[in-house]
């Protein structure tokens, strides 16, 4: 049977303990693990790893022993509970033995849970979990995760009084970050606010996210925008120092202004364009407020600009890198006067 979208979330939170099997497959690694500990972790329970009631069959050596998950779910351990038999980064080349397993599995068994990667429709593992009527089949795709999900997880992070701004942060952040960064953050947030009583705001959640390129010429790319045409050489200078590339702030620059076009071009006003963006914190405050100070037409030249300077620097122009980025950028805060 096939398990998607919401239903697949709601069954991997409380999965039926009288059912044969699972197939967790998908691209992302991370993905997929994170939902399989989910769905073992319910199963069986916190002690169940300790109490030796989960038994890990890597792929590699159920190829050498066709009778190991055999044995694994007719097995009787020290400990009473359900038990769970894992089968991880399996391939097509095990569905005869898989099938077979499942095959003479009976209730009170271990119940078989099974991670793969990237299987297309033709896989045979795939069709042996979607066919099976005591078994289910779940595809995990790159898709951002739902409402439900975030809110799932940040009960699971202890996360309760969030005020609105924070809340659509942490719903960018969700769509930005892999599952398992993600998952960290939250953490991390929930630890920061553990004995503060204060809903969690907007620059908490951005003083907690994952630090990235963009945050290093965010001072840089902000000046520039705000026509602080001063500041733009020493900043340009610490970059350098730092060992950041030309072409690398050329980057950053178009998609600060790209966003900053989107945000003024939007029908729904600055705020929502810069929603779609995925632009969070008080970052989002400033760029809003640039976004309406510069005015579509003007920021339309400032990527025709940013544009230009980036196939100068992509040429074979022997003009210095950063000395090009640099006047770029110094005619960008001065086109906002």
């Not at 919401?6 to 998908?26: C, N």
């Not at 896989?123 to 999900?149: G, I, M, Q, W």
Request: aromatic residues 4%.
């Amino acid at each position: 049977m096939i398990l998607k979208g919401v239903e697949a979330s709601r069954y991997f939170a409380k999965p039926d303990p009288a059912k044969a099997g699972l197939l967790i497959a998908g691209a992302d690694s991370m993905r997929v693990a994170l939902k399989r500990q989910e769905v073992i972790a319910a199963l069986i329970g916190p002690e169940g790893e300790a109490e030796m009631r989960l038994s890990r069959i890597p792929a590699g050596d159920l190829r050498k022993d066709g009778a190991a998950l055999l044995d694994a779910i007719k097995a009787v351990g020290f400990f009473p509970g359900p038990r769970v038999a894992f089968v991880e980064e399996a391939t097509d080349s095990l569905t005869p033995t898989i099938a077979t397993a499942m095959k003479e599995w009976k209730p009170g068994d271990a119940q078989i849970v099974v991670t793969a990667g990237n299987l297309t429709a033709k896989s045979t593992l795939r069709a042996l979990f979607e066919k099976h009527l005591n078994a289910f089949c779940a595809v995990l795709y790159d898709d951002p995760p739902s409402r439900e999900e975030i809110e799932e997880a940040l009960r699971k992070a202890g996360l309760a009084s969030i005020d609105r701004d924070a809340m659509t942060d942490l719903n960018t952040l969700a769509r930005s970050l892999d599952p398992g960064d993600f998952r960290q953050t939250l953490e991390k947030i929930s630890l920061y606010k553990h004995g503060d009583s204060t809903p969690l705001s907007s620059a908490e959640v951005a003083a907690m996210a994952p630090a990235t390129i963009e945050a290093e010429v965010d001072d840089l790319l902000l000046a520039v925008a705000d026509g602080r045409a001063p500041e733009v050489g020493m900043l340009m200078r610490r970059l350098e120092g730092q060992g950041v590339l030309p072409v690398t702030l050329c980057i950053q620059a178009l998609r600060h202004f790209r966003a900053l076009h989107m945000a003024a071009a939007d029908p729904g006003g600055p705020a929502a364009g810069l929603q779609k963006a995925r632009v969070f914190g008080p970052r989002r405050d400033q760029m809003q407020r640039q976004a309406s100070a510069w005015g579509m037409r003007s920021l339309e030249g400032a990527v025709t600009l940013l544009l230009d300077t980036d196939l100068t620097l992509r040429s074979a122009s022997r003009a210095p890198g950063m000395a090009v980025m640099e006047r770029a950028l110094i005619r960008l805060s001065m086109m906002r006067r």
